[in-house]
Nanobody, 130 residues
């Protein structure tokens, strides 16, 4: 079991930047390293993958819509995953969710499907004004 808490959301003008953090806690962290990701969900839309990062941070995945603007990173010593968001656009407005999975045991794998993740944070709102 792992608990995830997101922070860092807010209101920003188009072209601005935000940094989201996801702090993980739970006894399982002493035994397992989770594959982590960020998803987002806008009103009326599905919850879609934004970025994912492998257990050791060596493999990352980005949705086409955020490539070149967003950066995912992790600090395993702090049990924290980050999403640096630059050049924000109104279309980036959504609730952003952190997700974790124990699926598999490879350090060179990421997962991009919502169904592949077992644990979710409560979400943090990001609003980009035009």
């Amino acid at each position: 079991q792992v608990q995830l808490v997101e922070s860092g959301g807010g209101l920003v003008q188009a072209g601005g930047s935000l940094r989201l953090s996801c702090a993980a806690s739970g006894r399982s962290l002493s035994s397992y390293v989770y594959v982590m990701s960020w998803f987002r969900q806008a009103p009326g839309n599905e919850r879609d993958i934004v970025a994912a990062i492998s257990r050791n941070g060596g493999i990352v995945y980005y949705a086409d819509s955020v490539k070149g603007r967003f950066t995912i990173a992790r600090d395993n010593a702090k049990n924290t995953v980050y999403l640096e968001m630059n050049s924000l656009e109104p279309e980036d407005t959504a609730v952003y969710y952190c997700a974790a999975t124990r699926r598999g045991n490879s350090y060179g794998t990421v997962y991009t499907r919502r169904s592949e993740y077992d644990y979710w944070g409560q979400g943090t709102q990001v609003t980009v004004s035009s």
